[in-house]
């Protein structure tokens, strides 16, 4: 495709954060969009005639319907992006085993399960993919060991499907956001005694000292997910304020 006005476009875990504001940037170019989220209520943020279709990506059932009814709703599919996921914190000797198999089926077995259905859907002629991984993919934190865990083998998992794919000209890559200005995150932080002072703490840790804003983490995705990045496939692409540079 060589217009971004013409792609046809899967966003999943677009009901907030990251991914709304992804859904918003595509629009902005003209992209038709279907969208998916855990959150039964659609987005504020979803126009008139598009689709928004909640549902549990763990349940590969579900991911088939999905893949099916955004075809039907907007023909082949240019472009994929996977910006859902799981965090959850958790020192490596207290966490309960069925949490940190929680986390790998929601990073990556859900990211599969779309891979393995939105593939044969996306049009003839190739495609683009994103996954969004994490900092955290890329480099390793105290308490976040399985969180950290999964969104490597998320990373994993999109240059494999890159190297597979590319004979068929559909492109992977990942995307990796640090931290965000995202309702999770801010959630997270209002559970703190001082929230302002832990923001601040946590700001410190990145060199740009300061969080990311969604639309700067979309831009990004954008990028990847258009054919303006037609030669780059296999990429991690971190937009963390420099954090994994340090």
Request: glycine letters at 10%; charged letters at 20%.
């Amino acid at each position: 495709m060589s217009a971004a006005a013409a792609l046809t476009v899967l966003i999943t875990g677009a009901s907030s954060g990251i991914g709304e504001a992804v859904a918003e940037r595509f629009r902005a170019a003209g992209a038709r969009v279907f969208l998916t989220g855990r959150r039964d209520a659609a987005p504020a943020s979803l126009r008139e005639g598009e689709r928004y279709l909640p549902g549990d990506l763990g349940d590969e059932a579900f991911v088939a319907r999905l893949v099916a009814e955004a075809v039907d709703e907007l023909g082949p599919l240019d472009t994929v992006i996977a910006c859902h996921g799981l965090q959850a914190d958790g020192e490596l000797v207290d966490m309960a085993l069925d949490r940190a198999a929680q986390l790998l089926d929601a990073n990556v077995l859900s990211v599969f399960a779309v891979l393995k259905h939105a593939v044969p859907a996306m049009r003839e002629g190739g495609g683009q993919i994103v996954l969004v991984s994490s900092r955290l993919g890329i480099v390793g934190i105290p308490g976040q060991v399985m969180y950290t865990a999964a969104k490597g083998g998320l990373i994993m998992l999109g240059k494999g499907a890159a190297i597979e794919l590319a004979p068929q000209n559909i492109r992977v890559n990942v995307a990796a956001p640090g931290l965000t200005e995202t309702p999770v995150i801010e959630a997270s932080f209002q559970r703190r005694d001082d929230p302002e002072a832990y923001r601040a703490q946590r700001a410190a840790t990145i060199p740009m000292r300061r969080l990311a804003r969604p639309e700067e983490v979309a831009e990004a995705i954008y990028f990847l997910g258009s054919p303006a990045s037609s030669y780059i496939t296999g990429a991690v692409l971190p937009i963390d304020g420099g954090y994994t540079a340090a």
